[in-house]
Nanobody, 115 residues
Framework: QVQLVESGGGLVQAGGSLRLSCVGS????????MGWYRQAPGKQRELVAR???????NYSDSVKGRFTISRDNAENTVYLQMNSLKPEDTAVYYC?????????WGQGTQVTVSS
């Protein structure tokens, strides 16, 4: 059974940086798409960034130019480097892997940005 475990969240001041990690229990190289999503209180979960196995990356407009997603298939890890953080980035961040029509989610990690 595939498990995804996120880490790296925390409390940071506006303008600061955090790097989130998502480690897969199995090979993440088999996932066609790995993505980071976030959900703020009272809001729907939204896509932040995604990376395909072919190397294509996509970002939401709200994080473009500030966040970077990367995959290290050898380490079974996907990262989200978050720079120039804003209070509106505060949310629980989730990792998702998609493979053969199935989606696998991590448990989430809290990111709080203070003003």
């Amino acid at each position: 059974q595939v498990q995804l475990v996120e880490s790296g969240g925390g409390l940071v001041q506006a303008g600061g940086s955090l790097r989130l990690s998502c480690v897969g229990s199995g090979s993440i190289g088999s996932f066609s798409v790995m993505g980071w999503y976030r959900q703020a209180p009272g809001k729907q979960r939204e896509l932040v960034a995604r990376a395909t196995s072919g190397g294509t990356t996509n970002y939401s407009d709200s994080v473009k130019g500030r966040f970077t997603i990367s995959r290290d298939n050898a380490e079974n890890t996907v990262y989200l480097q978050m720079n120039s953080l804003k209070p509106e980035d505060t949310a629980v961040y989730y990792c998702k892997g998609s493979r053969l029509g199935f989606d696998y989610w991590g448990q989430g990690t809290q990111v709080t940005v203070s003003s």
